[in-house]
């Protein structure tokens, strides 16, 4: 663009600043479930995944050893021990023995208890309680600690989702759905967009005009009728009504006009001489269609199996109506939907399947970013 | 599961090989039928002349077929429901369209969409220009497009969780592990359960259909921008305009046409949210939207398919102005052709 990029250097900082922010805004909700679902659970709800790298502070509650335990020394008499099972991972920053004041003394420091007991506990979790008469009864003192646990991660959220919740399996469910359901519509669509572009018959107009209104016909129009025509297919065959096979041909239908529309602006933009001069040399138009049309629309096509991929990939509507809710048959999107209501709460379950349903589609776009682009460009500046 | 992956594959083979074995053979049989080869004078005239009119119909047959199925019956029968009771057997008149206005949530969602066609098309537009304006000077504008586009990968679902965790609430004086009320909570203010506000739950949910469509009109509207011719800019420099005189007096006219085609794919994309209100809220706390009240009525009960069908034809009458425009449009375009 011929625009002079900002006259002074502050103009064109607050240029570099304001697509910043931006482009922060529209990072920072992925980049949150992407960390916490890498992170350990119990770190997950003590803090903000944005202070998973400076590590979490928490308080909790612990018992000293017993009475048992204590042993006399220069006539006072002393418990001593280690609060943590594993010493080392964690740190004590302070304590305390009352809940109402859990950090009450610093980490290092010795508390003054009543009776003239005294009780120090050290960052790494040592404590030493002393007394000068016996400790008596069989269970230990209550301690309160804040702790600060370095910052964990862990890949066992992915283990937990793909293996025991379902996720995986829905995953290879998704897959079911969307290859047949994006391929099967290219095969369809391109000779019905090659008989629009080049071929002449009688009311081609017509059906030129029908397809782009059909366009923009919400998919709630066709949901009622295809539900009862699939429950009237199921029930007269006596057939499941819920099957892969319905749901691969109801999303070729979906996206039919689209792809029809998609392929069929780009074939009539081809060089008319190159079909004639084929035409001339005795070739029929099923031999145009796959020795020239079809190869020169490879771009095209590619454009139009991303779309129909992520749309597949990402629909939750159409999954819901023609497929079940069993485990044999519940999608990403749907087994997400389904986890939202059952795990509403365990975020790192919830973040952790929300990536893996979010992973393929990432890839696919950031791989084929160029056709996609292209795709968009060629579908909505002129239709919409 | 491994009957399940053959039997997709075996699909695929079958439905692809099925295509190619329909269009070739379909083509031969003609060939065949009418031979243009081998036969003399007229005859193979009048054969090629045959051919060529029945050809195009073998190309297009088998989508004609997947979309009187698919699309236009259905249509057609989901207008017919919407006259019959909730079993679809008899016959009501006007009676489902006087309860859905007589309807507390029918007329809540009606008002909640209006609000979502009202904020939705126009930020996306706005911030999809004003970021498309913006990242066209910069040397790392290409990255920054990218980043801005990559939600729109992302299905309503995952987004609906992404945002989820970020309106997180847990009570004040705990803390936070939402962004949002985290941030609240930081300047001193009260946290809030932020999709249960009446009214303005509306608007977090909206967020959330702006941040997935706004890189949609950015790339959009940024190629526009591209096209626009570099004499008229210039010319406005020599003429000491500002930045602001740019965009808005020379850049924007000139893209009047790409900002309605991008504002009009949105607005059909509000009228079908579903999704977003499901996973969020299911319509609780006066967040109802259409298509999930009728998805909802679809089954209700066992399902009320005439009420259904009502707000199907309701959300469709809607997107009618688009589709009509849309076609004249592509008349004028393709009338040459």
């Given at each position: ?5 900002g ?5 064109r900082?607050?240029v ?7 482009v922060?805004?529209?990072t ?23 202070s998973?790298f ?17 042993q ?7 418990i001593?021990g ?8 964690r ?13 009450d003394?610093?980490?290092?420091s010795?508390?003054?208890?009543k ?11 040592s404590y030493?309680?002393?007394s ?37 399996r ?8 969307t290859v047949p ?18 071929m ?31 429950n ?5 065959f ?16 979906f996206?039919?006009p ?13 060089p ?25 629309s490879l771009?095209v ?8 991929f992520?749309?597949?990939w990402?629909d939750?509507?159409?999954?819901m109506?023609?497929?079940g ?8 999107t749907?087994k997400?939907?389904a ?10 379950i ?7 349903t ?11 970013q160029?056709?996609?682009?292209r795709g ?9 | ?5 053959l039997s997709?594959?075996?699909?695929i083979?079958?439905?692809?090989g099925?295509?190619?074995a329909?269009?070739w ?5 003609l060939d065949?039928?009418?031979p ?6 007229e005859?193979?005239i ?17 989508a004609?077929?997947v979309?009187v ?6 249509v057609?029968q989901?207008v ?15 009676s ?5 206005f ?6 809540s ?5 209006l ?6 098309p126009?930020?996306c ?6 970021i498309?304006v ?10 920054a497009?990218s ?28 803390t936070?592990?939402g962004?949002l ?11 809030q ?12 949910l909206m967020?959330?259909l702006i941040?997935?469509?706004t890189g ?10 591209r096209?626009?011719p570099?004499?008229t ?6 003429d ?7 965009f808005?007096?020379?850049m ?10 991008v ?8 009228l079908?949210?579903f999704?977003?209100?499901l ?10 939207v259409?298509?999930?009240l ?5 089954f ?5 398919f ?9 959300i ?11 076609i004249r ?9």
């Amino acid at each position: 663009m011929g625009t002079p990029s900002g006259r002074s250097t502050a103009g064109r900082i607050g240029v570099h600043l304001a697509v910043l922010f931006f482009v922060a805004v529209w990072t920072i909700p992925t980049l949150g479930i992407l960390v916490s679902s890498l992170r350990d659970k119990d770190q997950i709800i003590a803090s903000g995944w944005w202070s998973a790298f400076t590590g979490s502070a928490q308080t909790e509650a612990g018992r000293l050893a017993p009475a048992s335990a204590q042993q006399e020394k220069d006539g006072k008499f002393v418990i001593a021990g280690n609060l943590f099972e594993t010493p080392g991972e964690r740190e004590v920053t302070a304590f305390g023995t009352r809940v109402q004041a859990p950090s009450d003394y610093e980490a290092g420091s010795v508390a003054e208890l009543k009776d003239g007991v005294t009780l120090q506990v050290n960052a790494d979790g040592s404590y030493v309680l002393a007394s000068p008469k016996a400790f008596e009864g069989d269970r230990g003192q209550r301690v309160y600690y804040a702790v600060t646990a370095p910052p964990r991660f862990t890949t066992e959220n992915y283990e937990t989702v793909l293996f025991s919740e379902g996720i995986g399996r829905s995953f290879i469910n998704s897959l079911t759905v969307t290859v047949p359901a994006t391929i099967i519509p290219i095969m369809v669509a391109a000779f019905a967009a090659y008989a629009l572009a080049w071929m002449r018959f009688p009311g081609r107009a017509l059906i030129i005009a029908v397809i782009i209104g059909l366009l923009v016909v919400p998919l709630q129009m066709a949901l009622i009728p295809l539900l009862q025509l699939y429950n009237g297919v199921g029930a007269f065959f006596g057939v499941p009504s819920k099957t892969y096979l319905g749901i691969w041909l109801a999303h070729t239908g979906f996206g039919l006009p689209f792809a029809i529309y998609l392929l069929r602006s780009y074939m009539a933009g081809l060089p008319r001489e190159l079909m004639e001069s084929a035409r001339m040399d005795g070739a029929s138009d099923f031999e145009i269609f796959i020795k020239i049309v079809l190869p020169l629309s490879l771009p095209v096509l590619a454009s139009f199996a991303i779309f129909q991929f992520l749309w597949v990939w990402n629909d939750l509507l159409v999954a819901m109506v023609f497929l079940g809710s069993g485990a044999d048959q519940l999608v990403l999107t749907g087994k997400l939907n389904a986890l939202l209501g059952s795990r509403g709460g365990d975020w790192e379950i919830l973040t952790t399947s929300a990536f893996v349903t979010i992973i393929v589609p990432l890839i696919v776009f950031f791989s084929l970013q160029r056709y996609f682009v292209r795709g968009l460009l060629a579908g909505s500046v002129k239709g919409g | 599961m491994a009957a399940q992956i053959l039997s997709a594959i075996i699909v695929i083979i079958v439905g692809v090989g099925g295509c190619v074995a329909y269009f070739w053979g379909a083509n031969k049989v003609l060939d065949l039928i009418f031979p243009s080869r081998g036969v003399k004078g007229e005859k193979a005239i009048d054969n090629l002349r045959k051919q060529a009119m029945i050809r195009p119909w073998l190309f297009i047959g088998p989508a004609m077929l997947v979309l009187v199925v698919y699309l236009i019956y259905p249509v057609i029968q989901t207008v017919y429901l919407s006259f019959h009771d909730r079993s679809g057997e008899n016959f009501v008149g006007l009676s489902n369209y006087a309860w859905a206005f007589g309807d507390r949530e029918f007329r809540s969602s009606i008002l909640n969409n209006l609000l979502w066609l009202l904020v939705v098309p126009a930020a996306c537009t706005f911030f999809g220009l004003i970021i498309a304006v913006l990242t066209d000077r910069i040397w790392w504008g290409a990255i920054a497009k990218s980043l801005i586009f990559l939600p729109l990968a992302i299905s309503f679902v995952g987004a609906s969780v992404i945002w989820k965790f970020i309106y997180e609430y847990r009570d004040a004086g705990q803390t936070q592990i939402g962004v949002l009320n985290a941030i609240v909570q930081a300047l001193g203010g009260n946290p809030q359960f932020w999709i249960s506000l009446p009214f303005w739950n509306n608007f977090f949910l909206m967020v959330i259909l702006i941040w997935i469509q706004t890189g949609f009109a950015m790339v959009i509207l940024s190629a526009a921008l591209r096209g626009i011719p570099e004499e008229t800019i210039e010319a406005a420099v020599i003429d000491g305009a500002s930045p602001f005189q740019i965009f808005w007096k020379i850049m924007v006219p000139q893209i009047w046409g790409t900002i309605a085609v991008v504002w009009t794919t949105i607005t059909i994309l509000v009228l079908k949210v579903f999704d977003i209100v499901l996973t969020m809220t299911n319509g609780q706390w006066n967040s109802q939207v259409l298509a999930n009240l009728m998805f909802d009525w679809m089954f209700r009960g066992g399902g009320d398919f005439g009420r259904g069908a009502t707000i199907a034809v309701i959300i469709m009458l809607a997107v009618l102005p688009i589709m009509i425009w849309n076609i004249r449009q592509a008349n004028r375009e393709t009338g040459g052709h």
